[in-house]
């Protein structure tokens, strides 16, 4: 703002009451509204766009009261929605600001002139089905007033030069996990429970149903109108009831209530309104798009929803909607207008359609996500559904959708052996709800051969990701429908299941399948097939405790390998030979059988497979006392596990990292480890692999007896809570290998449009909070809930002091001073104020040094990164050594954890000395909080000048006290 900013000595002409009085509370939005402020002080038109129902509307409101004394005429609000006719939009802007027409005169001259001098804002609500109307008033009354400043909202944009767009969409929701005090952190349901409160005074967010409530927000997608139409139905039904009734969209679609506006009454009405703004093309492509259950690429419409009868659509009567009629045939006219539009120019490719729905908020599109992907949010997918149904095109449009992800099913198959394993995870994931739908109509349309074939390609995914319960359903679904289905599809699905079956421990099932895949492979000369039976079934028998037996089948499935000279093939044959030998301690032909596999699978790529590779030869390292290897291979499996999201591998991982720690006596580390790999294992459905039973027992037993029974069971049950990259970095420390950065984040059950730049995510979680409290001789550490008591340190003193200033520096030597200080009673030094300094140690090392170590450090991460993707874990640990190497080597030139250098005055001696006491503690609060200690080591930085700096990717906030 310029001068009208503060101007308190005038009365505004029009301001607050000029605008509609809310009915109800104003719950969440703040840093979105905020973030509107704050843009309408840069931009003279900001255009609230988003889909119906998202609360564009009270948004305006809420930010034109907050800001209308901030002009000096106030603020002004118009509202739209009523108005049929694109001539009439000047009359209504002229009749909300009480300017009144002039003889010979056209009106928006007269609206110019009249507010040439005014300082305001002016509020356009609802202005998407006239949009070409209030562009052509609203661009020149901004030319002619540049005191005036205008705010839309609509759910296409204005398009006109200077136009900010600022999208709305829904309240943040709660993850799928969460318990009562988490939830009530997100706006969604903070809004449901004051609207069912309106209704039911006694309802609240509880333990009981805050999972339920959680649902429900998820399902609406955050919309703020469609929470408050659930929530108006607390009085009669509970949580756990009503997110039941809302799996059918379309009976809420018709929910009502008494809202002002009559498109606001019934979701329908809103979707309809909508709906009817659209091109023909247009509706058509909408409605198509509602055969994807989850977030689609353009590829993917083109093959599915784009059809040559996508550009003449049969006319079809919708649902009733609550709207005014001269609305409905205002919207009319202007798709009939677009229709034309478009016949007159020529057919519309798919892409150039979706990108205009993208612009009318009709499909969302998900952030961060390469190539592209869109989203229809649940209530507009249920509408298009129901249009669909009329028409009588869902099934053949649903045959279509099912054949496009059974071949994409197909291409990963092939594909998943492969060093892009991780890419089609990833692809995978990503379409993980459109591949459940095809399975599903695949099943319902009685096409059982493409279901057992399309689950069997599937199975390995299911394996990777530890859905071992969700793919055993599917393909014994499939598998028991019709034995009759093709050979060569139903000895996959039968191989897959039994290799889901086996890894739940239920070795029966596993028998029974594989043994029928063995029989089916036999008979019709499948020797992949035959090869993959008789691993499996030779695995079971070692489980069974059988190692004989299973050596006897797994050298019969390495015979039938080497006639296939496929890699991966003959490298599990042999791993699983491996494994058979740790279980009898031969570890020297254990690592032989080892060796071989990780050549062969090495060979092959597969990510997967190297990494249990890596495991398997790190217990035969362990057997055979070479703790140094086994510890490199373990931390090498923990990152390729770690990179593919997979929790059993992880599992595993975690509890023989514990039994090195416990060789090691890392008891308490060792301890909390065991507990990570219980509930690692247990979210993952995987069945503790029987012969480590017995070495997991004498380690539990070993760690018990050291630490005694109280210490060792809350150390363990401390584990057991860690979320999993907790476990990943404490047992990434525990190796000593570098952390792996955290996998992509999967797509949400909500997912919204990325804030416009500089916003903040509406209603992101809270941070972790953490404290650190001196209690006499000891200190309180803090951390999600979990306390831990430290023994009292200068370090931990000089931390405590750097934590309770973030981003101030203070010279180690009044550190030093200060605690000297302390210790005779005396007053603190005098704090010395902060340096623009880097908090560098000093000249040690001049400019041309430090580019020289940092050159090399890059030179050693490329050749580290070369060496990874090639699998030559030789070259990585040589590239690994010598960059932890000189890695330490330049921080101790400029920081912490470094090496000593010989103290030639006061202040350097200060700094040693504070460096290293510093270095101490981060270090006895990582081996108790690995969390914490990433953080710190992140976060503070020594030398001459010592901070605390936040590591914002941590997101930790240290209480005061």
């Not at 202005?127 to 296409?156: F, G, K, Y």
């Not at 929470?227 to 039904?237: T, V």
């Not at 990152?639 to 599992?651: E, N, Q, S, T």
Request: charged share 25%.
């Amino acid at each position: 703002m310029r001068r009208w900013v503060g101007a308190s000595k005038m009365v505004p002409a029009g301001g607050p009451k000029d605008l509609p009085a809310p009915l109800t509370s104003f719950v969440g939005r703040r840093q979105e509204a905020a973030g509107v402020c704050a843009r309408l002080e840069h931009n003279r038109l900001v255009t609230l766009t988003g889909a119906g129902g998202a609360g564009k509307s009270r948004l305006a409101v809420e930010v034109a009261t907050s800001l209308a004394p901030r002009y000096r005429d106030g603020a002004r609000f118009v509202e739209l929605a009523g108005l049929s006719e694109p001539l009439l939009v000047a009359h209504a802007v002229a009749a909300g600001l009480d300017v009144q027409e002039q003889a010979g005169r056209t009106l928006p001259d007269v609206l110019a002139e009249r507010l040439r001098d005014k300082v305001m804002l002016l509020v356009l609500d609802c202005c998407e089905h006239l949009v070409e109307a209030v562009a052509q008033l609203v661009l020149p009354l901004l030319s002619a007033c540049r005191d005036v400043r205008v705010m839309a909202t609509s759910r296409e944009r204005l398009g006109i030069p200077g136009e900010a767009l600022w999208p709305v969409t829904g309240l943040a929701t709660p993850p799928a996990q969460g318990g009562a005090v988490d939830v009530m952190e997100y706006d969604a349901v903070r809004l449901f429970a004051d609207r069912a409160t309106a209704v039911e005074p006694d309802f609240a967010v509880t333990e009981a149903n805050a999972a339920a409530v959680a649902e429900i927000c998820r399902k609406l997608d955050g919309l703020p109108l469609a929470i408050e139409l659930a929530a108006a139905r607390a009085n009669a039904l509970d949580a756990a009831q009503l997110s039941r009734w809302l799996d059918d969209r379309f009976r809420f679609l018709a929910w009502e209530a008494r809202a002002p506006q009559r498109r606001h009454r019934t979701l329908d009405g809103v979707v309809e309104w909508s709906y009817a703004l659209l091109s023909e093309p247009e509706r058509a492509l909408f409605e198509r798009l509602s055969v994807f259950a989850g977030a689609f690429t353009l590829d993917a419409v083109e093959a599915v929803a784009a059809q040559e009868s996508v550009g003449a659509p049969e006319t079809v009567a919708g649902p009733e909607a609550m709207v005014s009629e001269g609305a409905v045939a205002a919207a009319e006219a202007v798709a009939a207008r677009e229709s034309a539009a478009i016949a007159e120019a020529g057919a519309v490719g798919p892409g150039e359609l979706l990108l205009r729905l993208v612009d009318k908020s009709l499909v969302t599109v998900v952030p961060r996500r390469s190539p592209a992907r869109y989203r229809l949010l649940g209530t507009l997918r249920a509408y298009g559904l129901a249009r669909l149904r009329q028409r009588g095109e869902s099934a053949a449009l649903s045959t279509q959708h099912a054949a496009y992800f059974h071949d994409l099913a197909e291409q990963a198959w092939e594909r998943f052996r492969g060093p892009h394993q991780a890419v089609w995870l990833d692809r995978l994931k990503a379409e993980h709800d459109d591949l459940r739908a095809a399975l599903d109509w695949l099943m319902a349309s009685r096409d059982i051969d493409g279901a057992v074939r399309m689950a069997g390609a599937l199975a390995s995914f299911w394996d990777v990701q530890g859905r071992y319960a969700e793919g055993r359903v599917w393909l014994e679904r499939a598998l028991e429908a019709d034995r009759s289905a093709a050979a060569k599809g139903r000895v996959r699905a039968l191989n897959g299941l039994g290799l889901l079956a086996v890894i739940q421990g239920d070795l029966e099932r596993a028998w029974l399948s594989c043994s029928e895949a063995e029989h089916l492979s036999r008979r019709n000369g499948d020797l992949p097939g035959l090869v993959c039976s008789l691993q499996y079934l030779g695995f079971g028998a070692l489980l069974v405790g059988n190692p004989d037996g299973a050596v006897e089948t797994l050298g019969e499935s390495l015979a039938a390998a080497l006639k296939t000279d496929e890699p991966w093939l003959m490298g599990w044959s042999y791993l699983f030979l491996a494994m058979v030998e740790v279980t009898r301690s031969d570890f020297a032909q254990a690592e032989h059988h080892g060796r071989t596999a990780f050549r062969l699978l090495c060979e092959a790529g597969e990510p997967k497979s190297i990494a249990w590779a890596e495991l398997t030869l790190a217990t035969a390292s362990w057997g055979l006392g070479d703790v140094r290897d086994a510890r490199a291979r373990t931390g090498e499996a923990l990152r390729l596990f770690h990179k593919l999201d997979a929790p059993w591998g992880l599992a595993e991982v975690f509890q023989i990292t514990a039994m090195l720690a416990m060789s090691g006596r890392h008891y308490e580390k060792a301890a909390a480890l065991f507990g990570a790999s219980d509930t690692a294992r247990k979210k993952s459905g995987a069945a503790l692999l029987s012969f480590l039973k017995g070495w997991r027992a004498a380690g539990i037993a070993k760690t018990r007896t050291e630490m005694g029974d109280r210490r060792f069971e809350e150390a363990r049950e401390h584990g057991r809570q860690w979320p999993l990259e907790t476990a990943v970095l404490a047992t990434a420390a525990e190796l000593g290998t570098v952390p792996p950065l955290p996998p992509p984040a999967p797509p949400g059950a909500r997912v919204s449009s990325a804030p416009p730049p500089g916003a903040r995510a509406p209603s992101a979680p809270p941070p972790h909070r953490a404290s650190l409290r001196r209690r006499g001789d000891y200190w309180a550490l803090v951390h999600d809930g979990q306390v831990v008591h430290l023994k009292h340190t200068v370090g931990l003193g000089y931390l405590a002091r750097l934590l309770a200033a973030p981003d101030r520096e203070f010279l180690a030597r009044e550190l030093a001073a200060a605690d000297r200080g302390t210790a005779r009673g005396a007053a603190l030094a005098p704090e010395a104020p902060a340096s623009g300094g880097t908090g560098d140690a000093g000249p040690v090392l001049d400019a041309r040094a430090k580019a020289a170590y940092r050159r090399r450090l890059r030179e050693l991460a490329e050749e580290l990164d070369e060496a990874e993707r090639f699998h030559d874990t030789v070259r990585a640990e040589q590239a690994r050594v010598e960059l932890d190497a000189v890695t330490e080597q330049l921080a101790g030139a400029v920081g912490l954890g470094g090496r000593d250098r010989r103290a030639v005055s006061d202040g350097e001696r200060a700094r040693l000395s504070v460096t290293k006491a510093l270095k101490a503690a981060v270090k006895r609060i990582s081996v108790h909080d690995p969390v914490l200690g990433l953080h710190l080591e992140r976060s503070v930085r020594t030398g001459a000048y010592c901070s605390y700096a936040p590591d914002p990717a941590t997101r930790i906030v240290w209480e005061r006290g």
